[in-house]
């Protein structure tokens, strides 16, 4: 009886001890399970945080992307325009050309029966093509200037508010092109106009030398529009973009010399007053 008392007494201690241990057990389940309840709502939180860093870095991303879009767009178009741009120059070097001549043989047969106002008409309209000229040499100016921008802001297109600033550049370059491209060919139009104007004047002329009677000559004003170089705004002013530097006195004097050279081959025979035709005295 003794032995199963003392048995009792050791089987009380190690329940008494196993109890001890099973508190103290559920003591660190509960601090583990508060402290991973902090954890996991600290991986949450992070998890947002790293979500809206994702999306964010995602939508800067789209919107560098389509940002340099847009800068390849805008300069395929502004290639297109130039490249239609020198198209027309080019028809309309031609058109000078053939002008020049007929105004040339124009010039040779009313010579001999034009008085000091029809001489001073001539001036009139020579001063007129002249400005025509002029206007040509400011839109050849303005092309040189564009490509010479654009190769200038290519190394710009790093940063998204350098590269928005450049796409409003080009965006403003490539509208000004059209509209001075539009005026080209206005004044393409006009001088076609004054080209037929003058041959039905020389062709009339030409049947009235055959009269006794000398011919009338009627004025002939061709309308030429000028050529204004497009307005350019400016960057904005937190970044450094290079400024579209004008030059137009000297470029457009160094291009008019040469459609003077172009305009004054033909000869003046003695006796006769010299005539300005194309900016020189013949």
Do not use: M, W
Request: glycine share 6%; proline share 5%; net charge neutral.
């Amino acid at each position: 009886r003794r032995q199963l008392e003392q048995d009792k007494a050791s089987v009380k201690a190690q329940v008494t001890s196993l109890l001890g241990e099973l508190q103290e057990s559920q003591s660190r389940l509960e601090s583990s399970r508060r402290e991973r309840g902090e954890l996991e709502h600290r991986a949450r939180a992070a998890g947002e945080r790293c979500r809206a860093l994702e999306e964010a870095a995602a939508a800067h991303s789209l919107q560098l992307d389509q940002l340099r879009l847009q800068v390849q767009n805008l300069e395929v178009a502004l290639r297109v325009e130039r490249q239609g741009a020198t198209e027309e120059k080019r028809k309309l070097v031609q058109l000078q050309v053939a002008y020049h001549h007929l105004f040339q043989e124009y010039d040779t047969h009313i010579k001999a029966s034009l008085g000091d106002s029809k001489r001073a008409q001539l001036a009139e309209v020579v001063a007129q093509l002249q400005q025509a000229e002029e206007a040509l040499v400011a839109k050849q100016e303005l092309i040189d200037k564009l490509k010479a921008e654009a190769e200038r802001h290519r190394a710009t297109l790093e940063t998204i508010p350098v590269l928005q600033a450049q796409a409003d550049i080009y965006k403003a370059d490539f509208e000004a092109e059209r509209a001075a491209r539009e005026q080209l060919h206005a004044q393409r139009e006009s001088l076609q106009e004054s080209l037929a104007q003058l041959q039905r004047h020389c062709e009339n002329a030409r049947a009235a030398g055959d009269r006794p009677t000398s011919p009338t000559v009627p004025r002939v004003t061709p309308c030429v529009p000028s050529v204004p170089p497009p307005r350019r705004r400016p960057p904005s002013p937190t970044h450094v973009v290079q400024p579209l530097v004008r030059a137009d006195g000297h470029l457009g004097a160094q291009r008019l010399g040469e459609h003077q050279h172009v305009a004054g081959d033909g000869a003046v025979g003695p006796g006769e007053e010299s005539v300005c035709v194309g900016g020189k005295r013949r």
